[in-house]
């Protein structure tokens, strides 16, 4: 499987959703495999279950095999040459979906191989329909271009007989099990529900018909949901056995896992695409407190007989000049006990500015998010374009307005 995570955030999964204000994203684990164009690779130690799982399980299969008879115990190593020409291919489907994404100006933070393939974090949602379909298409493509290439590779290669070289055996096996893998997972991929590539298809076609990116979310990501119950529901009629009474537990079991996350990611994707369609209405002129400047000497508890005298939720700090220097911390005002208000400073429970902590008034949607992510801080300063203090901007106001609109 193969997963694009576009912010928010393609393929198998997409759950990706712009980090709460003032946050940003878990840099995760995994080891470093290089940069190709530019992208850090990640292998997750999740990936090494996978391996030796495939290297265990082919090896056995292929035990009572002209292969295996030729190779014994050296049956596994074969089995692990699969499992990294596998992980190969997903990373290719990986980078196809990255590359494009690039292409298009997406800023792509990297690709993650993990057990259940692979992920591209984009961290941009594609700004079209087309760029839409270009980026979740991409991956798909060169898994069945793989898929063509190594099936002609194994159609030169000539027939085998009890006389054939050990090589020859070992390279039919691999390039038969590679071509049949990428056609696996490029099939697989297109299946049209989120989060898998053929849901942001889907996506990509519903929006530009509707012109209505989260028209073409919510069919997609429906759509992913019902693909899960039909996944379940054949692996059960499937895995009957022949009297039709009972089903293979290990088929099932197995398709419930994919099931699961084909439903989880769907519901997911939904739930990320109706967060962000909040985000172009964060305003920051809208969600900007009052606030009342004062100098850094005065008592707290006069500070706050100030700032409810004027309908005020935050206080400012500013030197003689008038010139704004910190931001009174709500939270330490709350931990302030009221019978030392009128002893304490209101200097000592501020936070200085600092550079990049200051915002505008006419700042909105993504711009704001980027804003903040920058200099993560609890309270902004917020100014009229010709620079006059208009309030201070809570962190805490804009994620409540973020998630819960």
Known sequence: MSDTN?????????PEQSPPPGGG????????MGRPFGIPIVVSPTWFLIAAFITFYFGDQFKNTRLGDRLGEGRYLVAFGFALLLYLSVLLHELAHSVVAKHFGLPVRRIVIYFLGGVSEIEREPESPGQEFAVA?????????????????????????????????????????????????GVFNMLPGLPLDGGRVLRSVVWAVTK?????TVAAAWSGRGLAVVVLLVSIWQGRDQNGAGADLYTIMWAAFIASFIWIGASQSLTVAKLRDRIPRLQVRSLTRRAIPVTADLPLA???????????????????DGRPTGIVHEASVTAT???RHPWVQVGALSRALRPGMTL?????????????RAVPAPEYLVTEPGGSIFGVLAAADVEHAFLHG
């Open 6 to 14: 576009p912010n928010e955030g393609e393929s198998t999964g997409h």
């Open 25 to 32: 994203r878990p840099s995760g684990g995994g080891l470093a």
């Open 137 to 185: 298409i991409a991956g798909p493509a060169l898994s069945f271009t793989l898929a063509a290439a190594f099936w002609g590779i194994w159609e030169a290669l000539p027939s085998t007989s009890d006389q054939s070289s050990t090589g020859l055996l070992v390279a039919i096996y691999l390039v038969f099990a590679v071509w049949t893998a990428n056609l696996v997972v």
């Open 212 to 216: 209505k990116s989260m028209s073409g």
């Open 302 to 320: 006069e500070a706050l007989r100030r700032a409810a005298a004027a309908g005020a939720r935050a206080v400012v700090i500013v030197d003689h």
């Open 337 to 339: 006990p009221p019978e």
């Open 360 to 372: 505008t008034t006419d700042l909105s949607g993504e711009r704001l998010l980027t804003a903040l």
